[in-house]
């Protein structure tokens, strides 16, 4: 079955409907691959029609042929994409050289008006996105993942997982099965949510392989839901999606407020618990400004201290009663969570003795707990069955590994100095 994707172009003879080009390719590969909305493309020998709608465009892979050039003014002239059987001209250049000039005053039509932010996305609804590509890798056969970003905070979402099974089967960090490593991470921007954006098994011809990151891109009909309490994107067999350029006006209100809240002092937290977090913990260190998880899991060194506002959406052991070693000493390990990441912290010893005021009795460190994850109070205060809503607490965190032979690799993070004040 042949690969095909549609292309709508435009010149200075028909400046504002355009016209659609049908490719059709026996791979991906062999499809015009268009870097960027305003590039140029030349065509030879294809095939048109009219029709009572307008006038259609057929790219017939036996004869005809194409080439792709950078749109901008005072590029190369050389095609950084031609087909098999495309040869160039010297006369070209003149046809080149003059659209590049009619691009400069007439940009193309890009971002839809009704396209979603990532802090605005919900469940069950298909919307358009509009997102800067991080990293596109393959996490099953024939099944891609995408990376995205727009620099805004996804909305925090209820947790319906049994704390029960948090020993054998524990709230996954990240959706893809290998998470990914710290060369990624470290490219990625570390404020706003990083999307998962999956093809399923249902739409493995819209050839998200082919897709760089660093790219603008807008997707049509996707949908979103919820897996594991992590914002999952979905695309559906009539998705598309096509490329923005750097100077889109739409990509350059996220850039700017991306650029303000990453250099502000205290924007740096989560959008929904504005103007502070929940009074449920303290810490001793209030003058220092909060950081994101995701500035912790690229942080260059690998001893060092944080302040963040995140959730605790799981704890091991499940219930507050079992969180004592029978020497008496505390040992948790909290599942926390912001727009950005996912971590596990542990409460080990003494630093459990400061976060829950000493030894308090059970019926007070049941309390504690629900407070501290969201759980409604019931007749049965420490019921595992109800979803949980988190609240956004500040805490101290602090890295340290535990191999010396793979620093890196071997990173943990502790809370200290937080108190859970209930």
């Known amino acids: 079955m042949d690969c095909c994707c549609t292309i709508k172009i435009v010149d200075g003879s028909n400046a504002s409907s355009g016209i659609s080009v049908n490719f059709f390719a026996e791979n991906f590969e062999k499809l015009p691959h268009v870097e960027s909305a305003g590039d140029i ?249 909060f950081v994101t998880l995701m500035d912790v899991l690229t942080y260059p060194e690998v001893i060092a201290k944080f302040r963040c506002v995140v959730r605790v959406v799981a704890t091991l052991p499940g219930h507050s009663r079992d969180f004592k070693a029978p020497c008496g000493t505390y040992r948790i390990r909290l599942t926390l969570e912001d727009p950005t990441a996912r971590i596990h912290a542990y409460i080990y010893a003494e630093d459990g003795v400061k976060f829950f005021e000493g030894y308090p009795s059970i019926d007070t460190m049941i309390k504690k707990h629900n407070a501290l994850l969201g759980v409604e109070e019931t007749d049965d205060a420490d019921s595992d069955e109800k979803p949980r809503n988190p609240p956004w607490v500040e805490c101290c965190l602090c890295s340290y590994n535990i191999d010396e032979t793979d620093v890196w690799g071997s990173i943990r993070y502790r809370i200290f100095d937080t108190t859970l004040v209930g």
Request: glycine share 6%; proline share 6%.
């Open 41 to 289: 493309i030349q065509l030879v020998r294809v095939v048109m029609k009219s029709h009572r709608s307008g006038v259609n465009v057929l790219f017939d892979k036996k004869f005809s042929s194409f080439a792709i050039y950078e749109g901008r003014e005072g590029s190369k002239f050389a095609p950084y994409q031609v087909s098999s059987k495309f040869h160039g001209r010297d006369r070209d250049m003149k046809f080149i050289a003059g659209l590049r000039k009619w691009t400069v005053s007439h940009r193309p039509e890009t971002a839809s008006s009704d396209s979603l932010s990532l802090k605005d996305i919900k469940q069950g609804n298909q919307s358009t996105l509009i997102c800067k590509v991080l990293h596109v890798c393959e996490v099953k056969d024939g099944e891609w993942m995408l990376f995205v970003w727009d620099g805004t905070d996804a909305p925090p979402v209820n947790i319906h997982t049994k704390l029960d099974d948090e020993f054998d089967n524990p709230l996954p960090l990240q959706l893809e099965s290998i998470p990914l490593s710290r060369n990624v991470l470290c490219k990625f921007p570390t404020v706003g949510t990083v999307l998962r954006l999956t093809n399923g098994n249902c739409n493995e011809k819209l050839g998200l392989h082919l897709l760089k990151p660093g790219k603008w891109v807008q997707f049509k009909n996707i949908n979103f839901e919820v897996r594991y309490g992590l914002w999952c994107g979905i695309l559906l067999s009539k998705s598309k999606f096509s490329f923005l350029p750097d100077d889109d006006d739409h990509v350059i209100h996220c850039r700017r407020t991306y650029e303000e809240r990453a250099e502000s002092k205290w924007d740096r937290k989560p959008f929904t618990c504005l103007p502070w977090p929940s009074k449920v913990t303290d810490t001793d260190h209030q003058d220092v400004p």
